[in-house]
Nanobody, 121 residues
C-alpha cells in the first residue's frame, strides 16, 4: 500500500484547508485510515481516523467540531476538511493506513510522506 498526501499550505487563522490522501496498491486490505500530525518538538498525534467498513470516525478532542474526516472508497482517497484553523494546528500532517496481513495475524502501519500545514495568527 502506498499513500500520497496533498492539500497542505499556508492559511490565516480562522481559514480552511482540505487535505487528501490517495492510496494505491492492495487498497482492499486497508482496515482503517487516519490523519496524524507532528509539530516541531512534539510527538506525532492522532487527529482523526475512519474505518473502511462502516465509516466509523474518531477525533482528537482538540479538533472536534472543526475537522471532518471522510473517505471516497471508489477513488481510494481519504480527506480531512479543516475549518476554523488555529496557529496550534500548525504541523506536518501524515496519512496512515492500517493493513492486516493476509492471515490476519498482524497489522502494519503504512505512512505517507506528510504535508505541511501552517496557520498564521
Amino acid at each position: 500500500v502506498q499513500l500520497v498526501e496533498s492539500g497542505g499550505g499556508l492559511v490565516q487563522a480562522g481559514g480552511s484547508l482540505r487535505l487528501s490522501c490517495t492510496a494505491s496498491g492492495d487498497t482492499y486490505r486497508i482496515k482503517s485510515m487516519g490523519w496524524y500530525r507532528q509539530a516541531p518538538g512534539k510527538r506525532r498525534e492522532l487527529v482523526a481516523d475512519i474505518t473502511s467498513i462502516g465509516g466509523s470516525t474518531n477525533y482528537a478532542n482538540s479538533v472536534k467540531g472543526r475537522f471532518t474526516i471522510s473517505r471516497d472508497n471508489a477513488k481510494n482517497t481519504m480527506y480531512l476538511q479543516m475549518n476554523s484553523l488555529k496557529p496550534e494546528d500548525t504541523a506536518v500532517y501524515y496519512c496512515k493506513a492500517l493493513v492486516p496481513t493476509l492471515t490476519w495475524e498482524a497489522e502494519y502501519d503504512y505512512w505517507g510522506q506528510g504535508t505541511q500545514v501552517t496557520v498564521s495568527s
